[in-house]
C-alpha cells in the first residue's frame, strides 16, 4: 500500500530517468518522493515541483554524504539510479565508473540497516555483451563484456542478490534498454540525432550504422518500472526494461530526419574501438505483463518528443 506516509528515494534523480521516475510517482502515488544527486550528469531543471518532493544534493558514492539522508528520513523504498551513464563518457572514465560500485555498496548496506521493505537497482542491457542469444532473456546472461560499465551493473546485481540471501533485503534489478524521451540529455543517439535534424546539421553516425537497438518510450518505462512496485511484481526477480522492435542507427537517423522534415546529411564516422554492440533485443515478456497494453511505436514517441518541444 503506497500512501501519504510511504517515503521513497530515487537516487540520481536528478537525471532524465531518475527525475521522470520521481515525477511519476508523485503523479501515481502519495507518496512522499526524496531525491539525491550529485550534478555529475543530472540537471536542476528536471527536478518536479511537489509538497510531496524533497531534493539534497549528495554523493551516493560517498558514505558519510548519503548516510545521515538514510538516517533522517527512514525510506520504506529505494530506486538507486545513480550512475556514470553514457557509452562514451563511460568509455572516457572508466575509474569514475568503477567508484559506482562503492555507491552500491553504500545504497545496500544503508537499506538494509535502516530497514529499507525494497529496493530498485538500475541495471543495464549491457550486462549482456555481445548478444549469444536473441531475444536477450533475463536468466541467460554470458558476461562476456570487459568493459567497466558492463562490470559495474553485473557486480550491481550480484550485491543485490547477495543482500538478498544474508540479509534478507528484496530487489528487483531492472535491465533497461534504450529509454527516449522529453528530458533526454544531448549525448545519448535519440536526443542527439534530434537536435542536429531540427537545425539541420549532420547527423554523425557510427561506423556502418547497421548496429540495432530497441528503443522504450518514458511513458512506458515508467509505467512497468513503478507497477513493480505497486503491484508487488517480480520481488527478488530481474527484469528487462525496453521493447523488442529491432531498428539499424541508420534507419533511425532516417526516421528522425523523416519526421521533423530535416535536410540533415548523414556522415558515416570511424566505428568505436568498443563498445557499441552489434544488436540489443529483450526478451519482453514480463515487461509485457507489467504494461498489458500495447508498446508506444517509435514514431510516435518521437513526435511527442517533438510536441514537448513546442510547447
Request: with cysteine; net charge neutral.
Amino acid at each position: 500500500m503506497i500512501n501519504r506516509s510511504t517515503k521513497i528515494l530515487v537516487t540520481g534523480g536528478a537525471g532524465f530517468i531518475g527525475s521522470s521516475l520521481a515525477e511519476y510517482l508523485l503523479n501515481k502515488t502519495e507518496a512522499q518522493v526524496v531525491v539525491v544527486d550529485n550534478y555529475l550528469t543530472g540537471r536542476q531543471h528536471n527536478l518536479p515541483q511537489s509538497d510531496r518532493f524533497r531534493f539534497i544534493k549528495a554523493d551516493a558514492n560517498d558514505f558519510n554524504d548519503i548516510s545521515s539522508i538514510f538516517q533522517t528520513f527512514g525510506f520504506d523504498y529505494v530506486f538507486h539510479y545513480a550512475a556514470v551513464v553514457g557509452v562514451k563518457r563511460t568509455l572516457e572514465n572508466p575509474v569514475l565508473v568503477l567508484e559506482d560500485l562503492q555507491g552500491i555498496r553504500n545504497v545496500l548496506k544503508l537499506c538494509k540497516n535502516t530497514g529499507v521493505k525494497r529496493v530498485f537497482y538500475a541495471s543495464s542491457s549491457e550486462v549482456y555483451g555481445e548478444p549469444v542469444h536473441l531475444p536477450q532473456h533475463e536468466h541467460n546472461t554470458p558476461l562476456n563484456s570487459r568493459l567497466p560499465y558492463a562490470v559495474v551493473k553485473n557486480a550491481g546485481e550480484s550485491f543485490c542478490r547477495s543482500y538478498y540471501q544474508e540479509y534478507g533485503l528484496e530487489y528487483t534489478i531492472f535491465r533497461f534498454f534504450n529509454t527516449y524521451g522529453p528530458k533526454q540529455s544531448p549525448d545519448f543517439v535519440v536526443s542527439r540525432f534530434m537536435n542536429a535534424a531540427l537545425e539541420h546539421k549532420p547527423i554523425t553516425i557510427y561506423g556502418d550504422g547497421q548496429q540495432t537497438r530497441t528503443f522504450c518510450y518514458i511513458d512506458d518505462h515508467l509505467e512497468a518500472t513503478v507497477g513493480c512496485l505497486t503491484n508487488k511484481m517480480y520481488i527478488d526477480d530481474v527484469v528487462n526494461i525496453g521493447n523488442d522492435h529491432e531498428i539499424s542507427v541508420l534507419e533511425l537517423a532516417r526516421v528522425i530526419k523523416k519526421i521533423t522534415d530535416s535536410r540533415s546529411e548523414i556522415v558515416h564516422l570511424p566505428a568505436l574501438p568498443e563498445g557499441d554492440m552489434t544488436r540489443r533485443q529483450p526478451d519482453i515478456k514480463k515487461m509485457e505483463c507489467l504494461l498489458n497494453r500495447p508498446f508506444i511505436p517509435l514514431e510516435e514517441g518521437l513526435k511527442r518528443i517533438l510536441d514537448s518541444r513546442k510547447k
